[in-house]
């Protein structure tokens, strides 16, 4: 297959028109789509990253809230926040932003986001849904915009080999279950 260069920014920009098209119709329904992002510590890149996702949703029309903690924010604290979250009835989607500081258990907070809002794909729930080829579930935002893109961009993945640079839950492996579902 030869190289062919992707208008990454092209494709990102009709997708937000195609989601902006079912906001409005969800709006229009009395539904207004949210988002909790939590962030614990002061962390610069996730700082930024945090900051980047409330703008999108302000672009897309979306509710959205940014939760700060405190470096020193305990664990309890955290699951206590999160399960606040999950039944609140304006927030469909949690984003924790890692990392965690070393002394919470990332893998108990994040299991703790229920799996239907689980917008990272990381609660068990979704990451087996993954695995398995349920699109029922959320799955890990990098690797389904990959996904995507070579979708969006009419790129044919069946019958090709592929080579996924790492092997992390966030990226790599999510990346390797999407492409194998595709063949």
Do not use: W
């Amino acid at each position: 297959m030869p190289a062919r260069l992707i208008d990454g920014a092209a494709v990102g920009e009709a997708m937000r028109a195609e989601l902006q098209g079912e906001i409005r119709r969800l709006r229009s329904r009395g539904i207004t789509p949210g988002l909790a992002a939590v962030q614990v510590g002061d962390n610069p890149a996730s700082t930024t990253y945090v900051r980047m996702k409330g703008k999108a949703c302000d672009e897309a029309g979306l509710y959205h809230e940014t939760l700060r903690l405190s470096r020193e924010t305990t664990e309890a604290e955290l699951l206590e926040l999160v399960e606040r979250l999950n039944s609140d009835h304006k927030v469909h989607g949690i984003l924790v932003q890692l990392p965690l500081p070393k002394h919470i258990d990332a893998p108990r907070v994040l299991h703790r986001v229920s799996p239907g809002k689980d917008v990272d794909g990381f609660h068990p729930e979704n990451v087996g849904k993954v695995s398995i080829g349920d699109p029922t579930g959320f799955r890990p935002a990098t690797p389904y915009g990959v996904q995507q893109l070579l979708v969006k961009s009419e790129i044919e993945t069946k019958g090709h080999h592929a080579v996924i640079v790492g092997r992390s839950n966030i990226v790599g492996r999510p990346m390797a279950a999407l492409l194998l579902q595709d063949g």
